[in-house]
C-alpha cells in the first residue's frame, strides 16, 4: 500500500503538467495506472476502516455497552470484506484488468448442444448486467432448430477477462431434454473460450500483408441493411493460422476495426500462453468437446452445479443459469493461487 500511494501521488503530480495531454495515448495509460493504484488502495482502506469499526465495537462489548451479537455480526460482515479483497488481490496480472472476449461453440449433442450453448449465453450475459458490465454481441451463428451453433461476446469493465479467465473449458449439462419426445435424460457439451481484449496499452504489430479478408452477409437479426449487404466481415491471420469474424456494426468498416481488434487479442492471447509453457506453469490444453473433458457439470434433475478443478458445488441451479457464478469464480481463483 505504501508504494501505490506513492505512485498515486506521482501519477497525479504528472496529470497536472500543463503539457500532460500533449501524448494522448501516454496520458491515458497513465490515467490508467492511475485509476488501477487507487482501485486497490480504495479496497484495502475500507477493509481497514471496517476492522477499526469492528475494534471499537469490542471495546463498547466490554463495558457493556454493545451486545456479543452485534460484535458477532461486524465480525462476520469484516470476514467477508476481508475474503473479498483477498479474492480481488489474485487478479494482480498486466492482463486481469482487461477487457474479454467470450466464445461460446456447441459441441457434441446436435440440437440439445445448441439449446445448452443459448442457455450459457444468458447466463454470461445475466452474470455480466448483474455487475454492471457492458455486453457486446460481435458475432452470431444460430442453430438449424434452437439455440446457438457459436457466439463471441465482447464484456466491457474492470477486470472482466481477469474474473472470467477460469471459465475456459468444456462445460457440460445434463437433464431430461425438451427436444426428446421420450423424455429421456441426455447428455450435451459446450466449449467456452475467454480471450484478453487488448486496449491501447499493448502494442500489438499486425502486418496489412498477413491478413487475408473475406467479407459476407449477417446471419442475425438487424434490419434489412444488415442482412442484404455484405457488411460482415472475416479475416485470417496467414501466419498463426487465426481466424475471426465480426458481423457487430452494419458498417463493414467498423467490423474489419473490430475484427484487428479481436486479432489483436487473439495474438497476446498466443503470447501469454507461450510464456507460461516457457515458465512451466501451462495447465492444459484446451480439451475435446466431449465426454470426460469438462471442467464443470450442470445436473438439472439431481440439482446440481460442480466445478471438477475445485470440487465446488452448489444446489442452486436455477441461480447459477440465472448469472450467479461469482462463487464458482472466486473459488478457481482462490484455489489456482493456493496450488501455485
Known sequence: M???????????????DPNFWND??????????LKSHKHWVQGYQEVKTLLDDLEVLFEFEKEGEASVDEVDEKYKEVMAAVDNLEFRSTLNKPEDELNAILEINAGAGGTESCDWS??????YVMWAERNGFKVTELNRQDGDVAGIKSVELEITGDFVFGLLKGENGVHRLVRVSPFNSQGKRMTSFASVFVHPMVDDSIEIEVNPADLDWDTFRSSGAGG??????ESAVRVRHLPSGIVVECQ???SQHLNREKAIQML????????LEKQLE????IEASKNKNEWGSQIRSYVLDDRRVKDHRTNYQTSQTDAVLNGQI????????MNKVTAS
Open 224 to 229: 434489412q441493411h444488415v442482412n442484404k449487404t
Open 2 to 16: 505504501d508504494n501505490r500511494l506513492i505512485q498515486i501521488e506521482d501519477k497525479e503530480q504528472i496529470s497536472l
Open 248 to 250: 457487430q456494426e452494419r
Open 24 to 33: 494522448a495515448d501516454n496520458a491515458e495509460l497513465i490515467l490508467k495506472e
Open 264 to 271: 489483436k487479442s487473439r495474438l497476446y492471447e498466443k503470447e
Open 278 to 281: 516457457a515458465r512451466g506453469e
Open 118 to 123: 443459448e442457455m450459457l449465453f444468458r447466463m
Open 326 to 333: 461469482d462463487e464458482f469464480l472466486k473459488a478457481y481463483l
